[in-house]
């Protein structure tokens, strides 16, 4: 059973740090290509950053310079690293992975920014 469980998001005022991590089971992690998304109230789901299987990354224009993407694959997690954070990255971050020809989502979490 694969199962992607989020965690680390809370309430951060603006210029401040989070660190999200997903654990992952029930894949081949080190195979696999992990990504976070992030979906606002009332918009859609966007891809924020992607991780390869040789630690390769992608990010989204929008968080180019001030988030983080990186893998353990002796703990099957991924992490999320967020600096200086806006008001508009408030979202809730979901982990997620194409395994088996299948979407895989986490449950998400919740990152909120005040100003």
């Known amino acids: 059973q694969v199962r992607l469980v989020e965690s680390g998001g809370g309430l951060v005022q603006a210029g401040g740090s989070l660190r999200l991590s997903c654990r992952a089971s029930?894949?081949?992690?080190?195979?696999?290509?992990m990504n976070w998304y992030r979906q606002a109230p009332g918009k859609q789901r966007d891809l924020v950053a992607s991780i390869n299987n040789d630690g390769s990354t992608d990010y989204t224009d929008s968080v180019k310079g001030r988030f983080t993407i990186s893998r353990d694959n002796a703990w099957n997690t991924v992490f999320l690293q967020m600096n200086s954070l806006k008001v508009e990255d408030t979202a809730a971050y979901y982990c997620q992975t194409t395994y088996r020809s299948l979407n895989w989502w986490g449950q998400g979490t919740q990152v909120t920014v005040s100003s």
């Open positions: 029930g894949i081949n992690f080190k195979i696999s290509r």
